[in-house]
Structures are given as structure tokens and as C-alpha cells.
């Protein structure tokens, strides 16, 4: 119980971080998270007020924009009622929604190489983008497909992916276990940037052809003309411009500063000790490798793609080990030559060199 209460008041952090920043509906649901967690009337008490002030801020929100804001129904909110989507657009949504889990999201499967992810993204944002499709929904599940393929084309995320499932799933199975390990849900398994970031990064911008865009606003899509748009664009290019040079180095410092909140023990270890004790060996290669006790029922994730990175890192350590043995080699040959030893030339010369070796029997095979 005193770990869910460790959880919980790491909840209650967020839910505060989020209410400073006006983020209501966040905050709203890291509460309950917490109550989930660690029921406290405190909580209960924290909930309501925020549900109040919620409340509040969305009744006194500009009249104009209250106008703008379509009447959604139950019926209109399940089927498509508008002239500006077809029905295939809405279909494409509503499987989406449908969805379970990333590779779902994606259509592809849990064997799939980045390439084959990263194809299926960019067919889906070119028919989910807000720009193109006025489908209802259609921007949470281009936000949705943007959520996935940054996780899945990244090596670490991906692992923990496939052991621990989405952030809902951990949030379930974290009441349960009478452990101490704890999970940051500051992000959960969400991209670290923005859908928008992503489709830009991917195809270097939208959809500037089209009569009217979408443009995202405090919290809602607005429609914008293309005279707008381009005038907006042209009093921030530069900036922009500088953005998207500086976004990979961004990039780099958030996922380096967000990798320090997850601690996991790595899935396998090359060689032998206390925690991994039990020996397997790779089909391809056979190379031998050890994991824990617990591999066969924490382990959910592709068997194969696993033994393919153990054999990717036994190979590279052969590589810097080859590479040091020929060093040295070579500079004991050079100092019996500059000493004029014949003796200590030859014994230099059949020096052994068993990692260079075993590599050009694996590179053999």
C-alpha cells in the first residue's frame, strides 16, 4: 500500500503542475489517477474543485467562439453527417479508435523493422491529417498515430513497450504489485513532441494547396484561410526556420533528461552472474546469452527482434576486440623491428588473435 501512496502523491504532483498551467482536463485526470491509487478524502476534495474550476473557465469562454462551437449529438458524433469528408476518411478514424495498441494503430506487426513503421505512418498522416481530413475525431487519431510511431521507432521505448504495455495498463497493474519499483507517468508513452512536429518531420510540412487548413489554438482546431496562413507564415519563417535546425539537438536533450526517469534492468546480459543465471542460445548465430529467472513470463515482446540485438552486440564486441588485438600485434612487430629481433619479430608475427578469429567464422557462416 505505502508504494500505490508513492504513486499516487507523484499523481498529485502532475495533477498541481498541470493546474498552473491552466491544463484542467490534465490535471483532472492525474487526480484520479491518484484516487485509483490511493483513496484519500484530500483527493476527493482536490477533484471537485478542480472539476469547478474547470467548469467555470468553460462557461465563461469569448461568446464568439461559444457560436463557432458545432452542436454534437450522440448520433452525429457516430456517423458522418457532413459534406466536407467522405466516408472513407471517417472509416479511417474510426478504426483507429478502435484500436488497442501501437502496432494496431500502425496496421503492422510486432516483428516490423522501422522502415516498414515509418511507411505505415506516412500512409496514415496523409489520410488522417486535419488539413485533409474533416472527419470527426480525425485529429486525435492523426495525434494518435503520432503517439505510436514515436514510440515504436525508438530502441528503448519500443522494449519497454512491449513489456509493460501503454500507460493505462501500468497504471492498473501498479496497484497490485507489492514491489517498490516505480514508473514515471509524467508523459507515459506518449511522443515527446507534437503530431504536427512529426508529419513536419516526416514530410516537411502540410498541406499548403488546399483553400482552408487547420490551425491549433488553445486547445481547438480552427479553420484558416490560405491569404492568412501565408501572411502568419511569413512573419515566422525565420523563426521556424531556426526551430527546425535546432530540433534534432532538441530532441536529443529531451529524450537524454526523459531516459533518466526510466530505470529498468536491461532484458539479457552476455555473460553469466547472480540475476542472470539462465543460459539461452541464439537460433541464427548461436550465440550464448543469459537472462533471468522471470524471462518466459515478463518477456512479452518478439523473441526474434530480441536475439538479433543480442547478436548485433556480441558481434560489435568482437569488432573493438579484433581491432585491439590487431594493434597490438602490429606494435609488437614494429618494436622488434626497431630492435633488430628476429626472435621476438617471429613470436610477435604468430601472436593469437582469437576474437578476429571468431569473427571470420560468424562473417563465414
Known sequence: MDSNKDEAERCMELAEKFMKEKRFDDAEKFVKKALKLYPTKKYEEILAKIALISKTSKKFEPEQEVRKRPTVTKESSQQPSSGDYSKEQYEHVKRIKKCKDYYEILNVTKEATDSEIKKAYKKLALQLHPDKNKAPGASEAFKAIGNAVAVLTDVEKRKQYDLYGSDEDRLQSAQSRSS???????????????????????????????????????????????????????????????????????LLIVLTMMSSFFIWDPLYSLHPNAKYSIQRTTQELKIPYYVKENFHTEYQGSLRRLEISVEEEFINNLRHACYREKNHKELMMMKARNFGDSEMYHRAKNTEVPACKRLHEIQAM
Open 180 to 250: 517498490h519499483t516505480h514508473y514515471n507517468y509524467t508523459r507515459g508513452f506518449e511522443a515527446d513532441i507534437t503530431a504536427e512536429e512529426l508529419f513536419s518531420m516526416f514530410f516537411g510540412g502540410g498541406f499548403p494547396q488546399q483553400e482552408f487548413y487547420m490551425r491549433r489554438s488553445g486547445g481547438r482546431w480552427m479553420r484558416q484561410s490560405n491569404a492568412q496562413a501565408q501572411h502568419a507564415h511569413a512573419q515566422q519563417a525565420n523563426g521556424y526556420t531556426a526551430f527546425l535546425q535546432m530540433l534534432p539537438v532538441l
